[in-house]
């Protein structure tokens, strides 16, 4: 059935898209108060995803000498924070953010430390298969918190809702670009630089204290079992909507390539031998994320989400298609900053399109499944990339990020029509929290 949508209506879903029109400034939203008290803290808190998966790597290769028993390690704590993460959310939902941030750090640094203790003194696989589990069960789902606040700190569930709303959507969005970013390279530059452990000790100390100082920012934490307007609405499930489902498998083309990169990137740089490589191709392919990140979340588009996710991910597969022939530091930098780049559009757009999608009670879980999805694509692509390095050379693990995008675009297009925003009576997202009513026919 197609729907109509009032000019008032129209142009307050442009606002909430992106699509046209201007935006706040970046300058201004870190200027309300009281929003660096969570968001620096949040910053060294959500380092552990990006950190996390790495940093396993490096170090179990390194004390294993193999590819694939590292990525296994590193795929189970991805398997475990993908199934684990939702319930974090609706736990914080339901009980408060400090209730579930305080023991979730406390076990992931536990676990992590386990974990690190096992690999340096030669423990059997099945070991650190064990303490990857609550170490990837245990990250802290900081991301999702920080939206909550944004929506409590601007009051985006009030009648007259906060202009920067849409800019603190788009900040966020950003700040995720960042973390995709700056943990892996910190990481590996740790790794390779310092010790093998140094990575994993770093996220483990990144977590706690930067957990802890987010949990005791308690007067911006959103009330209990309520997430803006929520209450006036019934409680549902984000995966029972499908265009959550869709941006979820969407996501998974996403993990692919971190996973294939990070480690089809290490095997490269022993290959050639220059370790040290790794860290400067790996800087490049996260340079291009991060330009396009900031450029996604300044620029005012004149054309809609959906159009710009299936474009992102064609772009995205293109490039991807092309790393596994290349054989030279010059060609493999220039090829990953490519992908990096093609990765903001589809990343930061899928954000955006599940918060139309969505209703506000439900949200934090929405944004823990697309997260989780991540890191299951993620901890997928290091297993069979970590494989095909042992066995046949580092260009074969290119081919994971191929396959994992073109099966995600191939999802995008068939089911684009599930992400559409809610209509029929329902409201759909104008930033975050806030709500504007759609008419149709």
Known sequence: MASTVTSDTRESLTEATGVTGGKAGYGQLLRTPGALSFLLPGFAARQPFAMLTIGIVLLVQHTTGSYGSAGAVAAVTGVSMALFAPQSGKLADRFGQRAVLVPGVLVHTAAVSLLVVLAMTGAPLWALFLAAVPAGASVPQVGPMVR?????????????????????????????????????????????????????????????????????????????????????????????????????????????????????????????????????????????????????????WKIGPRKRLILGYTGLTVA?????????????????????????????????????????????????????????????????????????GASTGFLVPLVGTALALATLVTLRAHLRPRVAGRVTARGIGHRVPVTVD
Not at 238 to 251: D, E, H, T, Y
Not at 324 to 348: E, N
Request: aromatic share 8%.
């Open 148 to 300: 909550a606040r944004w929506a409590t700190t601007l009051g985006g569930d009030s009648a007259t809702p906060s202009p920067l709303l849409p800019t603190a959507a788009a900040f966020e969005s950003v700040t995720d670009e960042f973390t995709f970013v700056v943990g892996p390279v910190l990481a590996t530059a740790l790794c390779t630089g310092v010790h093998p452990a140094a990575g994993l000790i770093t996220e483990a100390a990144l977590t706690l204290f930067g957990g802890l100082f987010f949990a005791a920012q308690r007067r911006t934490q959103p009330a209990h079992g309520l997430l803006s307007a929520a209450a006036a609405e019934p409680r549902v499930s984000a995966l029972s909507i499908p265009g959550v489902r869709v941006l979820a498998i969407a996501f998974l083309g996403i993990g692919s390539v971190f996973g294939g990169m990070q480690v089809s990137l290490t095997a490269f740089s022993e290959e050639i031998g220059n370790p040290g490589a790794n860290g400067l191709l790996y800087g490049i392919f996260a340079a291009g994320n991060m330009l396009a990140g900031i450029a996604m979340g300044a620029v005012a």
């Open 320 to 392: 991807a298609s092309l790393l596994w022939s290349a054989h030279s530091v010059l060609l493999l930098g220039a090829l990953g900053l490519v992908v990096g780049l093609c990765i903001a559009p589809a990343l930061i757009t899928g954000y955006t399109i599940v918060e139309t999608l969505v209703p506000a009670g439900a949200r934090t879980e929405a944004f823990t499944w697309l997260t989780g999805a991540v890191a299951l694509g993620q901890a997928a692509a290091v297993t069979v990339a970590g494989r095909l390095a042992d066995a046949h």
